[in-house]
Structure formats: structure tokens, C-alpha cells
């Protein structure tokens, strides 16, 4: 079983960027609202990323799910929940930049 996501937790590029999770879910693990799994693509941009190359300047931007991480039974606000199992990566030039993702808490797990 994965864990949830809320906004206690994080998206992680591997240059070491963050965007700002956010979500009115009513849904909540220890006062932390969970994430939708539909709310993956509006996360932008990725503060902090120190990508560069010699033809772009970060930061890290578009989050493109790979795999995983959507709840089949657990939902918020109608969608599935976001779960830490979830792959995926940053858009930045090429290549793109992979995920971590941590969940922000250790009480609810999905699948």
C-alpha cells in the first residue's frame, strides 16, 4: 500500500527543485489537506531547481506523470487521490528531470 499525499508533502526533481502543493480537499491526514491525483499537472514551477546546460537555464517545469500514483478507491473531491508511488518527472530541456515524491505523513495508505 502506498501512502497519500497531502500538502504536508513534496515533489522533488532531481535538481533538487520544489513546487508548492496545494489543494481545498476536504479530506485531511493530521490537519493537511490531501492531493488529487488530477492536481499533478498544475504543479509549477519547481522553486530551487539548479538545472542549467549550455543552451537553457532551468528551472525544472511541467510535471508529466510516467506511472502510478492515482487511488482506485480513495477519493478527493470526486478524483483519486495522489499516492506516493507515483512516477514521474519534471520538465526541464532534455532530459527530463525524475521525481521523488514523499508524502508528507504516515497514517493513511491507499492502492
Given at each position: 500500500?502506498?501512502?497519500?499525499?497531502?500538502?504536508?508533502?513534496?515533489?522533488?526533481?532531481?535538481?533538487?527543485?520544489?513546487?508548492?502543493?496545494?489543494?481545498?480537499?476536504?479530506?485531511?491526514?493530521?490537519?493537511?489537506?490531501?492531493?488529487p491525483f488530477s492536481s499533478v499537472s498544475s504543479f509549477t514551477p519547481y522553486t530551487g531547481?539548479?538545472?542549467t546546460s549550455s543552451s537553457a537555464v532551468g528551472p525544472c517545469t511541467v510535471t508529466s506523470v510516467?506511472?502510478?500514483?492515482?487511488?482506485?478507491?480513495?477519493?478527493?473531491?470526486?478524483?483519486?487521490?495522489?499516492?506516493?508511488?507515483?512516477?514521474?518527472t519534471a520538465g526541464t530541456p532534455p532530459p527530463p528531470a525524475s521525481i521523488t515524491v514523499a508524502a508528507g505523513q504516515s497514517k493513511l495508505t491507499a492502492s
Open positions: 500500500m502506498a501512502k497519500v499525499v497531502t500538502t504536508a508533502g513534496s515533489l522533488t526533481c532531481a535538481n533538487a527543485g520544489k513546487p508548492t502543493l496545494s489543494s481545498s480537499a476536504k479530506l485531511k491526514v493530521s490537519g493537511n489537506p490531501v492531493i531547481c539548479t538545472f510516467i506511472s502510478g500514483g492515482q487511488a482506485s478507491k480513495l477519493t478527493v473531491g470526486g478524483q483519486g487521490a495522489l499516492l506516493d508511488n507515483l512516477s514521474a
